[in-house]
């Protein structure tokens, strides 16, 4: 077992990997077996939902490695001791908070590793801070911080592996109080842990005794209504519907959530009628419930698991144990009171009729009796409480539901039947931690009770696709375990559980029910099927303020809930995948290190796919950006940093070169060919586009500037979509009328190279002489070939050399200080420069969830009237239907096919300039 020195040296471990010099190209040579790989001997959920990355100490969203303080550091007790323990008391990041449900059947475990929410040093945050005027204040008296709420399951019968658990992560140490709340170090004595549930009666001499803590008891109801509460205003897609195979995420108002039912079926099932935060009642319950169908299966069946007693329901047909409406009709329907022969009249009714033994019925069929008999029960019975209450919505938790499809079909078709279709049956994503993660919100001052949607990211780590089994060891804690983990997998050679068709759902109209109709054969193990990632909470991500109608707003344009364009975007990510990896490897220094993080990044990653393309929703709602955001944040998952660092860096260079040539052409134009000729530049130079297949095989062809001039003389108008003409009405006026410029606009700029230096940059420096202050945004990570927010003010200082426009607009953002001794025309302009500033977004994706921006971009917007949205990711993948409540240009060249097709009816490297007026709507 391991014990804290494990801990500490797992932090040093992924703390000693440092960044290489990239100078050598590491060929990837075993990505041929990547799609579909798992095993049966893994980690436990509980492990593997541990392996992401410790999150960063910036605004993004995602992880970055972690940051130790070392000052103090202590070797505590036996220095002769070959691997002692290591105190470091000034070392805030990671530590955990843990709060316990110990149920009648499972322990559910819920903590929170904490990462202080500083702020960086860096120069460009500093000046955009007193530009924008983001003060580090917070509302309230105690900060929120930044950190990652972890969700853990353990069957209560072990509960030692339970203890080993807790002991190896150091947990027991990490129980909060009002005191050490924020303090940075926990308290090592007398640590209270707060628990509901029985088993925080039950247990709490073995708690003492083994870990040395004390439980803190919190009332059961009161954790699940804060847990159900919590879960259904702080995430987004908790709540969804489950009918005939098919799920939907349901978004709830939060201002519109009560009242409602909530039934949670553990154990035994309770139905709580919640009015408001901590205004409910337990109107009703029933002692048929989960601990009802395990125990009598396990009895009937033989079963050792659960899950095995799950699995076998689905290859159950109930009409060998269960008498049916046609058994008494003569194979008829009972019409006249709605009920179709393949009702069921009475479950387990045929087995009295008969003259059989427990030995002549099939374990499959009696699972699948028994399962439709407590579903439908706890169905209807939920139906009639909400009937005695006016009570529309129901929201069922629990872990008897374990996510699987025809217990949910089951429940939801009781609850529509008898009500006719007035109620709803609804489900949980983190349906079993309810009573957790209100034992977690009790603790005073946890920060969390008004945190918002938009301040959480739920994140799949790469266990997060593969099978669970048994705890061995300690805790996946440094790169060099997961790598080997994901080796390990590879070597056992046991494929992932390859996609299962939908088969075509059925009812039977009249209150029958056909056999399962989801999903056939194999259930997930318990690890994968948990759907729950990690919770990163991320306290300054704000709404963009500019959306028009936030709740109705979408990101995604491409909806991969059909399964062809999932199939399609999965092959495309498939086959881009050996490139990439030799880029990532490549970036590190080819190294075997590198080699080794690269194939298990491969691996990681294609198991993700596999996952998703057999389970869309797995992980929430999925779009096309959420696809590509996930293979970034596996990238930095095993510490790819930047995968076209080398890249970018030429590109940049080649097009700073020609840039002066460019500036000078411009310059030699009337107004309105120039507003012509920069937005034909932005297009011509999205083309620089690492993600695309085609554009990447173009490269082979030719040097960046060939390809940008072939690029730029390609250029016909009209262009698939344009809205060129209304643009320059806005920007121009018509009929000699001047029109008043913007005050302030947003670019949301793309790739590196030509596409920042030739396209974006010239046209913030059209909009500048204009008078209109530029917002460079750009992303906090990089994602592809991005532009980073951090990598922009060189590339603006390099380019000011060679303007005027720029270099003071630049000083004036505070972008340069006074860079240039001899400004270019020998004297310093009189007149102050409209600023040009630089602010990042919040994200690491090509994509861009306006919901989820940085506060500075969130800051930055509020003078904007201007929303300039460039490439394919930030304009078409997403937010192509964004309307804004300020003018908006879309500007993309499409650089796929079927992309092309299906948003434009067009064709490859067909342009897309789309306009839109300031929506008042
Ligand atoms: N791995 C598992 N082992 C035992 N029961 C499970 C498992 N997964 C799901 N269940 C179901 O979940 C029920 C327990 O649900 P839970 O919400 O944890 O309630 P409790 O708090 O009473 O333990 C069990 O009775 C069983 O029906
Ligand atoms: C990842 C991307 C959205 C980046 O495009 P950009 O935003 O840089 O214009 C794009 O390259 C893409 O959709 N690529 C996958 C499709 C393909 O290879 O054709
Ligand atoms: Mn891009």
Redesign the pocket.
Known sequence: MAGPTEDYQDILVSNDIKHQEEDTTGKNKSLEKLAGVGGEESQSAAAERDMAPPAGSSIHRSGSRPQLDLSKAEIQGNFEERDPTILLPNQSDDISHLAL??????I?LVYFSRHEDQWNDDKRKKTVKQRLGISNGNRRSYPVLGGRLHFV?F??HKINECLDFIYSKQLHHGGMDSLNWGSGSPSRDNAVIKAT?GGAYKFTDLFRERLGVSLDKEDEMDCLVAGANFLLKAIRHEAFTHMEGQKEFVQIDPNDLFPYLLV?????VSMIKVDGDGKFERVSGTNV???T??GLGRLLTKCK???ELLELSQRGDNRTIDMLVGDIYGGMDYSKIGLSASTIASSFGKTISENKELKDYRPEDISLSLLRMISYNIGQISYLNALRFGLKRIFF????I?GHAYTMDTISFAVQFWSKGEAQAMFLRH??FL?ALGAFMSYEKHGLDDLMVHQLVERFPMGAPYSGGKIHGPPLADLNAKISWMEKFVRKGNEITAPVPMAKPGTTGLGGFEVPSSKGGILRS?ASALNVGVLHLVPNLEVFPLLADPKMYEPNTVDLSDHGELEYWFTVLLEHLPDLVDKAVASEGGTDDAKRRGDAFARAFSAHLARLMEEPAAYGKLGLANLLELREECLREFQFVDAYRSIKQRENEASLAVLPDLLMELDNMSEETRLLTLIEGVLAANIFDWGSRACVDLYHKGTIIEIYRMSRNKMQRPWRVDDFDAFKERMLGSGGKKPRPHKRALLFVDNSGADIVLGMLPLARELLRRGTEVVLVANSLPALNDITAMELPDIVAEAAKHCNILRGAAEAGGLIVDAMTNSLDGSKESSPSVPLMVVENGCGSPCIDLRQVSSELAAAAKDADLIILEGMGRALHTNFNARFKGDALKLAMVKNQRLAEKLIKGKIYDCVCRYEPASTS
Do not use: P, Q, V
């Not at 449900?101 to 499972?106: E, N, T």
């Not at 938790?397 to 008897?400: D, K, L, R, V």
């Open positions: 449900d110990i149920g009648g059947s499972l559910k399951k069957e209560t549930g949670n079926i553990g154990s035994g419930g989960g601990g169908y395990w698991s659960f899950d938790g629990g872990f008897f374990r349906e079993g009573g318990d």
